[in-house]
């Protein structure tokens, strides 16, 4: 069974668990619920997803149904870029608030930027959320340097996070400093480059230096960098185990660079077309 103690990585305004589960792409109602469940049950305390993911209301009826209490869970959910100006946006966090079952989240994103909308105006949805008390903290998703400092500069309320792609297998170096420079935290969606790192043989080898699963290796990788937040997603329970159980060990120094190596990679595997920016160039 996974361990409990999940470290809690205090940003601008609130305190984040360091491993969330991430909630994309269920097979199915029955599974997802049992999934979310599970992870509570074994000691996740935050719960990752989206409107676009269609989970929400899974995510809601297993926080309903748990004994954890609600105010125990830190809930991340985001706004699509499809409603990015403010009225569709203000609609968009009240439906998710209705298909959850809450009456706030503990961190409402900004999902994708909108080039069609001026991010101002994205931005005073976000923050009015924020003070309406409807979302504990805000924050973004999926922005690059330029959009993050346009956002630190234009948004009137404290931006907590920017979820981005981050794993063993991209260099995203521009990116992370910025958030840094901006005392943010990074969320990692994607954190096992949707199962590319898995096998990986420098990934495997020091997996069995260490005798974990080169899951529980690209993930203790990422969260041992400061500021440093993963929400991987797991539809088998042995690996939603796996994937929380890695604050017992730590990687050593030269485990660490081995693994930072293979950034050179640079493979971006969420990159959809219709939505992405220009991203930045390492």
């Known amino acids: 069974m996974a361990s409990n103690k999940i470290p809690i990585i ?8 360091a491993v969330g ?4 792409l269920f097979p199915d109602a029955e599974s997802a619920v049992e999934l979310i469940t599970h992870s509570l049950n074994c000691g996740y305390r935050h719960i990752d997803t989206a409107r676009k993911y269609g989970s929400e ?3 809601g009826e297993a926080i309903r149904t ?8 830190w809930i991340t959910t985001k706004v699509t870029e499809e409603n990015a100006n403010a009225d569709d946006f203000a609609r968009s966090v009240e439906i998710s608030l209705k298909t959850l079952d809450v009456t706030y989240v503990d961190l409402l994103l900004i999902h994708w930027p909108q080039p069609n909308v001026p991010l101002e ?3 005073g949805a976000l923050a009015k959320s924020k003070r309406e008390g409807l979302a504990k903290n805000i924050g973004v998703s999926n922005f690059t340097v330029s959009l993050l400092d346009e956002a630190i500069n234009k948004c009137p309320e404290p931006i907590f996070t920017n979820q981005i792609e981050y794993h063993a297998y991209i260099r995203q170096n521009k990116i992370l400093t910025a958030c840094f420079r901006h005392n943010l935290l990074v969320t990692c969606h994607v954190p096992l480059a949707r199962g590319a790192l898995l096998s990986d043989p420098v990934i495997s080898k020091i997996a069995k230096l260490y005798d ?6 690209a993930l203790k990788w990422l969260v041992q960098q400061p500021g440093v937040v993963v929400v991987p997603r797991a539809l088998e329970v042995r690996h939603i185990e796996e994937n929380i159980n890695i ?19 640079n493979l971006r595997v969420v990159n959809p077309p219709e939505r992405s920016p220009e991203w930045d160039k390492e």
């Not at 205090?10 to 668990?17: F, K, L, N, T």
């Not at 120094?253 to 050179?264: C, F, N, P, Y």
């Open 10 to 17: 205090a940003g601008q305004g609130g305190q984040i668990p």
């Open 21 to 24: 589960y991430g909630t994309m």
């Open 57 to 59: 209301k899974w995510v």
């Open 66 to 73: 748990n004994r954890v209490p609600r105010e125990d869970i």
């Open 121 to 123: 105006e994205t931005l």
């Open 212 to 217: 974990r699963t080169p899951a529980q290796i």
């Open 247 to 265: 604050f017992d060990f730590e990687l050593g120094e030269k485990e660490m660079g081995q693994i930072s190596e293979l950034q050179s990679n």
